[in-house]
Nanobody
Framework: VQLQAFGGGLVQAGGSLRLSCAAS????????MAWFRQAPGKEREFVAT????????YYADSVKGRFTISRDNDKNTVYLQMNSLKPEDTAVYYC????????????????WGQGTLVTVSS
């Protein structure tokens, strides 16, 4: 499956942004989806994941209550709604897919999209 993330940009602290990740080349509803991010000079970190039907979600503590992951299986798209953004949310955000659903932040996903840059100014 091929993944393409978009929707990044520059936003002020406290603002909102919605990222999208479009999938192609596979049956989207067969894949769990996740978002990761990598800040400059830091390792990539898990942000959120959603199960195949969207019935289960899991978030990193750092974004819980501020970010919402969702999916539209008819549109083959997963979203990340980011509210109350902070400068420390600045990173390249990546979407990922896997046939299995895991709530482990260390789970290694099989498919990755290119990143989209989110910059939060103070």
């Amino acid at each position: 499956v091929q993944l393409q993330a978009f929707g990044g940009g520059l936003v002020q602290a406290g603002g909102s942004l919605r990222l999208s990740c479009a999938a192609s080349g596979g049956t989207f509803s067969h894949y769990s989806m996740a978002w990761f991010r990598q800040a400059p000079g830091k390792e990539r970190e898990f942000v959120a994941t959603i199960a195949w039907s969207g019935s289960s979600t899991y978030y990193a503590d750092s974004v819980k209550g501020r970010f919402t992951i969702s999916r539209d299986n008819d549109k083959n798209t997963v979203y990340l709604q980011m509210n109350s953004l902070k400068p420390e949310d600045t990173a390249v955000y990546y979407c990922a897919a896997d046939m299995y659903y895991s709530e482990s932040p260390q789970y290694e996903y099989d498919y990755w999209g290119q990143g989209t840059l989110v910059t939060v100014s103070s």
